[in-house]
């Protein structure tokens, strides 16, 4: 069965420093890898999604990568800002599941202080 | 669009009373998952539907849950007896052929 990781838990960080989050999986025959945003009481965002043929995508200060050999994805936020204190879930979904069925991490809850 | 709606946005219930959550998709998507969230086990997916038909079933828990998707543009997933371990966020999500998931804001049920 996929398991998938995210470490560490929680993260700190100050204004303005890059911010690095870490997606593992057990099984790399995944179809894609997709990052959410999830602020308090609120539902999921979606952030980015990427293919399993891709390596990475961008979007504005977001790139996420994708290394489906050693089973990671990273989510690199350049330069945050307080507005991007958030839990960040990472969810892969499966070749040889039902297609569409994600698998979701715990989340790596972030905070950025002024 | 206006996104996922879900409805209500809270619920307090009894335990062995019957509780049905409601979502509307976004207009175009063909998919649609149920999802319930809780500070032990995380997100758990439920149910997902395509075309309205149930596709995987897996993640209910006993035969006391429910879901039907009547038509494109509503589903519901009922519970019946509630008990207070249903207590949790459910949310209800859709998707296109993209496969990007579109959460709604959940519906945080609380069994007393």
């Known amino acids: 069965k996929q398991e998938v990781t995210q470490i560490p838990a929680a993260l700190s960080v100050p204004e303005g420093e890059n911010l690095v989050l870490n997606c593992s999986f057990t099984?790399?025959?995944?179809?894609?890898l997709q990052w959410f945003r999830q602020d308090p009481g609120k539902g999921l965002t979606s952030l980015l999604l990427i293919q399993s043929s891709q390596r990475e995508q961008t979007s504005g200060r977001l790139n996420a990568s994708l290394d489906k050999s050693s089973g990671r994805s990273t989510l690199y936020i350049a330069a945050s800002q307080p507005g991007d204190s958030a839990t960040y879930l990472c969810a892969a979904s499966m070749t040889t599941d039902s297609w569409g069925k994600l698998q979701f991490g715990a989340g790596t809850q972030v905070v950025v202080t002024p | 669009d206006a996104g996922v709606i879900q409805s209500p946005r809270h619920e307090v219930t009894e335990m062995g009373q019957e509780v049905t959550l409601r979502c509307k998709p976004i207009s175009g998507h063909d998919y649609l998952f149920w999802y319930r969230q809780t500070m032990m086990r995380g997100l758990e997916l439920l149910i997902y539907?395509?075309?309205?038909?149930?596709?995987?079933d897996s993640g209910m828990p006993e035969d006391r849950f429910s879901a039907k998707m009547p038509n494109a543009s509503f589903s519901t997933l009922k519970i019946q007896p509630s008990e207070p371990r249903d207590s949790a966020v459910y949310f209800c999500?859709?998707?296109?052929?993209?496969?990007?998931?579109?959460f709604g804001p959940g519906t945080r049920l609380t069994v007393t």
């Open positions: 539907f395509n075309n309205n038909v149930p596709i995987d």
């Open positions: 999500a859709s998707s296109s052929l993209t496969l990007e998931q579109y």
């Open positions: 099984d790399s025959a995944i179809y894609n």
